[in-house]
């Protein structure tokens, strides 16, 4: 991946094509703002939406769906550290395949989704405003499709290398926000923050990079206020 | 020669949540019942004379009863285009209505007709991007939820392809899945489980043979083969789920 790859050229490869390009199309209105949050195995997405649920929990009527392979232990966590009532947790089960279950085949996920929906549309009138999907703890070229979140957050984290922004992958490189997690441990593991800030703002071009920990700051403030801000401009789209 | 519709739908890759359910062959794998290519062309084999024939004798006659509109018998390959008659659609939900009632009664264990229902719903949402057609809101008029083995047929009929196709189609999903499954969970090598689903050929089309006849009668009389070890162990697969790692739905 060159480094002037450029996220912001929409380009038709249709020669009779002649509307705007409807990439990036708004999410579907009267429905929650699905969040996907993905990355490898231990990079800390559990602790992050962990992290989000309760920092975001009071202000906003949110819900989770866990993908993970210990599907119960991802969802008692959650209930337990994010004060995540059991209602707003629902577990999927995906076959061995993590990442089929977020981008090949989303059936599983969307069902998951639209039970929560339901849930608590027809409990108090007032739905959902946000839903975040996480994965199964997978490999760099795993993504979430487009038909099941409107945007997509990719957890690395130090202790996984400071190699693996430069590794790019279409999850550091395409996601929507990249998280660096575990700061506090880079130098336990030797690993150079200026090399992984570098290359992932280089790999990444203009998209976000947010480096955080969450034992110095569980609350993961910077990260909140990207979702805030994806809530906010939704409303006014 | 298959349709389209039942190559996609046939197709390990067609995305209605296939892909989460191991047809039982989980819970098999955990007791050891499974473990090798041997065990594995057993289980297939039991489970295609048992849960594969039902839902091929379903497949059958759901796709005839979406084939029996006017519309279908003069543009094969096409569904049609406007609403059916209120009269042609009412007889049609009443049909459906008897199958899934039948169907109900030849799966006693609650998980896996969850498991049909999931699979069914799946289905339908790729199937509604692909095919819409007024023809299966009767099917849904029954159940928001219609069994999968229903609803490929309804598919295929209101497609025009014959009553075989949807019957060959359930019946390879009732072992291309869990032969999947086995590679994921036992790491068998993946050309000798593809030559199984080969050698169980014969098998398949005499399952099929069975289905397209039984399906030319009344509902009450399509095939209900009893498979007691798969009801108690798709029961007991939600049991375990619930203390212990279970990877798959059902």
Known sequence: MSADHGHGHLISFDPTETEPDHHAAPPAQGRALRIGIGGPVGSGKTALVAALARSLGERVRLAVVTNDIYTTEDADFLRRNAVLPPERVEAVQTGCCPHTAIRDDITANLDAIETLEERFASRDGQGLELVLVESGGDNLTAVFSRGLVDAQIFVVDVAGGDKVPRKGGPGVTTADLLVINKTDLAPLVGADMDVMTGDATRIRGELPVITQSLVEDPSATEVGSWVLDRLAARVAA | ?250
């Open chain 2, 1 to 250: 020669m298959p349709g389209l519709v039942s190559l996609v739908l046939a197709d390990a890759r067609f995305p209605g949540g296939g892909h989460v359910h191991s047809g039982g062959l989980e819970e098999a794998v955990s007791r050891g019942l499974a473990s090798d290519v041997a065990s594995l062309e057993g289980f297939l084999l039991g489970r295609l004379r048992t849960a594969g024939l039902v839902a091929a004798g379903f497949a059958a006659a759901s796709a005839a009863v979406s084939a029996n509109c006017p519309s279908s018998g003069t543009s094969r390959a096409r569904p049609p285009l406007t609403s059916p008659s209120s009269a042609v659609s009412g007889d049609r939900r009443a049909r459906w209505a008897e199958l899934d009632a039948e169907l109900e009664a030849r799966t006693p264990s609650l998980a896996q007709r969850e498991a049909s229902r999931a699979q069914g719903r799946g289905t339908l949402r790729a199937v509604q991007a692909a095919w819409p057609s007024p023809v299966l809101d009767g099917l849904v008029a029954v159940h928001p939820r219609p069994h999968h083995p229903l609803l490929v047929g309804a598919v295929c009929g209101a497609a025009g392809e014959p009553a075989d196709e949807a019957a060959r189609c359930v019946a390879y999903l009732a072992i291309s899945g869990p032969a999947s499954a086995a590679v994921r969970l036992l790491g068998l090598d993946p050309f000798a489980v593809n030559a199984v689903l080969v050698r169980l050929g014969p098998a398949l089309e005499a399952v099929v043979a069975e289905a397209v006849s039984a399906a030319e009668g009344p509902p009450s009389d399509l095939p209900a083969p009893s498979a007691p070890v798969l009801d108690l162990m798709a029961q007991a697969h939600v049991h375990h789920h619930r203390e212990r790692v279970r990877l798959f739905v059902s």
